[in-house]
T-cell receptor, first 112, second 115 residues
Framework: EDQVTQSPEALRLQEGESSSLNCSYT??????LFWYRQDPGKGPEFLFT???AGEEKEKERLKATLTKKESFLHITAPKPEDSATYLC?????????????FGTGTQLKVEL | DAGITQSPRHKVTETGTPVTLRCHQT?????MYWYRQDPGHGLRLIHY???????DKGEVSDGYSVSRSKTEDFLLTLESATSSQTSVYFC??????????????FGEGSRLTVL
């Protein structure tokens, strides 16, 4: 059974204080690992896809990295507008459609 | 923003009543999904569709049925709602999984409360 575990559950940072969110996964062959951002009362918004160990993707203050067992979302010099819940998901090699298994998320709060 | 509309956005109902949630898309995407989101469980797939009248079960499909008679509409039905189905329901769409695996576009969600 595919599993995704995210840590920490919640993180509070000061503006400019860099940190990392962790996503550990077990999957029977990885088709892709995905990061989403979710604002309160909204649907998740796609951020990144990572396909293989060693791959990195960047977008503004966010950088996602991937190893064979986990992924990190690095947040550099965060701003209050980066406050959101960040979700990680995996898709196995087998199976049709885009059937993703999601983690429970890390709730990030960035304060002035 | 992807053209996805969910209705109703909020609903309160009583145990044993039928409920239908609607997802409408204007993107002409082939794949559509229904997820539910609960504290401590994250997003879990209920059912998905890979074309008109083509649907399949997800990991938490018991108590739910779906229908897709047109490309743009995907309906989720709770035949007899139970309190355990109190949740926030999200519809999502995607293009071909081979082209952009995992890139789902989500609606705003439908909050359902079953009393």
């Amino acid at each position: 059974e595919d599993q995704v575990t995210q840590s920490p559950e919640a993180l509070r940072l000061q503006e400019g204080e860099s940190s990392s969110l962790n996503c550990s996964y077990t999957v029977s062959g990885l088709r892709g690992l995905f990061w989403y951002r979710q604002d309160p009362g909204k649907g998740p918004e796609f951020l990144f896809t990572l396909y293989s160990a060693g791959e990195e993707k960047e977008k503004e203050r966010l950088k996602a990295t991937l190893t064979k067992k986990e992924s990190f979302l690095h947040i550099t010099a965060p701003k209050p507008e980066d406050s959101a819940t960040y979700l990680c998901a995996v898709r196995p090699l087998k199976g049709g459609g885009n059937k993703l298994t999601f983690g429970t998320g890390t709730q990030l709060k960035v304060e002035l | 923003d992807a053209g996805i509309t969910q209705s109703p956005r909020h609903k309160v109902t009583e145990t044993g009543t039928p409920v239908t949630l609607r997802c409408h898309q204007t993107e002409n995407h082939r794949y559509m999904y229904w997820y539910r989101q609960d504290p401590g469980h994250g997003l879990r797939l209920i059912h998905y569709s890979y074309g008109v009248k083509d649907t399949d079960k997800g990991e938490v499909s018991d108590g739910y049925s779906v229908s897709r008679s047109k490309t743009e509409d995907f309906l989720l039905t709770l035949e007899s709602a139970t309190s355990s189905q109190t949740s926030v329901y999200f519809c999502a769409i995607s293009e071909s999984p081979s082209g952009s695996p995992g890139e789902l576009f989500f609606g705003e969600g439908s909050r359902l409360t079953v009393l």
